[in-house]
């Protein structure tokens, strides 16, 4: 018999287990990334002198970062654990034989995954931008990168190594090329604006060891009057000599953007004429990754149901095959999304569907 009650007893008894267990679990996930995260910027916090609250509130910043990409795996080993301690002390047997389905049974855990999934993308839309820009401030300080803003992910200032300010709207660090650049040049002793430099793009000459800049204009400036001015088809500059690694990040500017603003950042560019593609895939991740914590409870639950006797062991040793198998053909989807071979719907959106067929089809396979 189908029961289609909710919530029953049987609901109230999964979910605490289901919510015990990852707690716990993410709750280790995300102690060992940070564990992890301490040990590998210990030399940068040592060489650069930075004080333990400056450590501490990056990694305050970071811990949510940590959490939204820690959470599939989360769900997958909760689901394992919960489902598979049920199914190890016969209690599902028992509720078999009672009449109630595996489906009915499963329901719960699916309602949680829906639960996370959509805590997932509530938070990426409305509150891990704010952090990924303030834990990217502090990392770059930690690291002894130059001052830069943050306010904005779209709009750039840095500080360059000889009185210059940089200016942009884009940086493709695969190409090393700038949009909308702007170089402003100080005197370092009255800090008054003697030169300014503009270009429509920029792009990097490994040949000249040089950026080359494309349809622009230079101002210089006595005092406060403009001393000379010319406009230039293709140019360098002895100003412009920070070189690419300069100006490259580790946290990629999508994730310091929710939804609308990496939509709009994404129309502003194509506008321009810049490359896209790779934003547009990470604009459709920003949708598609949240769901997989849900497909990743759909794919767990029939190797949890058929776990038997083997211990929490096996169980875990299931997880992270899973895990592996997941990293690889999400990666290999986003890396055809990356070079144009899969429309970019299809490059975020695959690893869900063909994880959430895969677990629908063997769920069916399950004596009910």
Not at 46 to 71: E, H, K
Not at 92 to 121: D, M, N, W
Not at 348 to 360: H, K, Q
């Amino acid at each position: 018999m189908f029961s289609v009650s909710f919530p029953m007893i049987l609901d109230d008894y999964v979910l605490r287990d289901y919510v015990v267990n990852l707690s716990m679990i993410a709750g280790t996930l995300v102690v060992l990334s940070l564990v992890f995260t301490v040990f590998e910027l210990l030399g940068d916090i040592l060489r650069n002198q930075i004080s333990p609250w400056i450590v501490g509130d990056y990694l305050l910043n970071v811990t949510p970062y940590f959490m939204y990409n820690v959470a599939q795996y989360g769900v997958l080993l909760t689901v394992l654990i919960t489902l598979g301690l049920l199914q190890r002390s016969n209690e599902v047997v028992a509720l078999k034989a009672t009449g109630i389905s595996i489906y009915r049974i499963i329901i719960p855990v699916l309602l949680a995954g829906v639960f996370v999934a959509t805590g997932l993308f509530l938070a990426d839309q409305f509150y891990l931008p704010h952090a990924n820009k303030r834990q990217d401030a502090l990392l770059n300080r930690i690291k002894g990168r130059p001052p830069q803003t943050y306010l904005n992910p779209s709009r750039k200032w840095i500080f360059g190594e000889h009185s210059t300010i940089y200016y942009y709207q884009f940086f493709d660090s695969d190409r090393n090329q700038f949009g909308d650049l702007s170089v402003f040049q100080f005197n370092p002793a009255t800090f008054q604006l003697v030169d300014r430099i503009y270009a429509d793009r920029a792009h990097w000459e490994p040949r000249l060891n040089r950026w080359v800049c494309t349809q622009g204009w230079e101002r210089r400036f006595n005092d406060a009057a403009i001393a000379d001015y010319h406009p230039f088809d293709v140019s360098t500059f002895n100003a412009v000599s920070e070189q690419p690694p300069y100006f490259k990040k580790e946290v990629k500017q999508s994730l310091e953007m929710n939804y609308e603003q990496l939509s709009r950042y994404i129309r502003d560019l194509q506008q321009s004429g810049f490359e896209v593609v790779k934003l547009k895939v990470q604009l459709q991740k920003k949708l598609a990754f949240p769901v997989i914590s849900f497909v990743m409870g759909i794919l767990a639950i029939p190797f949890a149901l058929s776990a038997g006797k083997r211990g929490a062991v096996a169980g875990v040793a299931t997880a992270i095959g899973i895990a592996l198998v997941y990293s690889v053909v999400s990666g290999l989807f986003e890396a055809m999304g990356n070079i144009s071979q899969l429309p970019p719907v299809l490059a975020a959106w695959s690893p869900d569907v063909i994880f959430a067929l895969v677990g629908g089809y063997l769920i069916l396979k399950v004596p009910t």
